[in-house]
T-cell receptor
Framework: EAQVTQNPRYLITVTGKKLTVTCSQNMNHEYMSWYRQDPGLGLRQIYYSMNVEVTDKGDVPEGYKVSRKEKRNFPLILESPSPNQTSLYFC?????????????FGSGTQLSVL | AQSVAQPEDQVNVAEGNPLTVKCTYSVSGNPYLFWYVQYPNRGLQFLLKYITGDNLVKGSYGFEAEFNKSQTSFHLKKPSALVSDSALYFCAVFLNRDDKIIFGKGTRLHILP
């Protein structure tokens, strides 16, 4: 089944403790992206990647890192999480030359930073 | 600045009545237009899209959307609402030239039994 898989679904951590949220897609998509969803603010893009070894900042990149060493994986890294990074995170992917921009989303990761 | 507006944070509709969720956009060029739906504890799912052609686009779960170029709108509609349609709906535009997607802030749809 074609899908975007995020792990974990729920994560509670403490301020300053490094964490990684994994994202993997099995559709051979070139483009992958991370979003955070906050009440009243909708979806905001954190980072995106047009292909392997190519990453770019989105609208709210501060406090986050990403890497794209393989086409299928696009992990989101919080080196020193803070309470303002408590949010619902989504990974998404799409092809770049076909599909007309249609995104495929993971099920989300609810992160709480205490 | 390029933007997508969903003017209503929440829409309440009685089951069986028609529903409309509004979306307007302000972008240059001819964008591709999308609607996504987010059910509780789930990721966003594609509902429908408009690229070109007939202004009325049909999508999943009986939803349709009407593209109006002069009003730069892409309102989501359904003739008869179901309680199971209760969810968060996002409008989005894809800027083909920039290869960029812009989302609206979402509209929560409540279908009342």
């Amino acid at each position: 089944e074609a899908q975007v898989t995020q792990n974990p679904r729920y994560l509670i951590t403490v301020t300053g403790k490094k964490l990684t949220v994994t994202c993997s897609q099995n559709m051979n998509h070139e483009y992958m992206s991370w979003y955070r969803q906050d009440p009243g603010l909708g979806l905001r893009q954190i980072y995106y990647s047009m292909n392997v070894e190519v990453t770019d900042k989105g609208d709210v990149p501060e406090g986050y890192k990403v890497s794209r060493k393989e086409k299928r994986n696009f992990p989101l890294i919080l080196e020193s999480p803070s309470p303002n990074q408590t949010s619902l995170y989504f990974c998404a992917s799409r092809p770049t030359r076909t599909g007309g921009g249609k995104l495929f989303f993971g099920s989300g990761t609810q992160l709480s930073v205490l | 600045a390029q933007s997508v507006a969903q003017p209503e944070d929440q829409v309440n509709v009685a089951e069986g009545n028609p529903l409309t969720v509004k979306c307007t956009y302000s972008v240059s060029g001819n964008p591709y237009l999308f609607w996504y739906v987010q059910y509780p504890n789930r990721g966003l799912q594609f509902l429908l899209k408009y690229i070109t052609g007939d202004n009325l686009v049909k999508g999943s779960y009986g939803f349709e959307a009407e593209f109006n170029k002069s009003q730069t709108s892409f309102h989501l509609k359904k003739p008869s609402a179901l309680v199971s349609d209760s969810a968060l709906y996002f409008c989005a535009v894809f800027l083909n030239r920039d290869d960029k997607i812009i989302f609206g802030k979402g509209t929560r749809l409540h279908i009342l039994p």
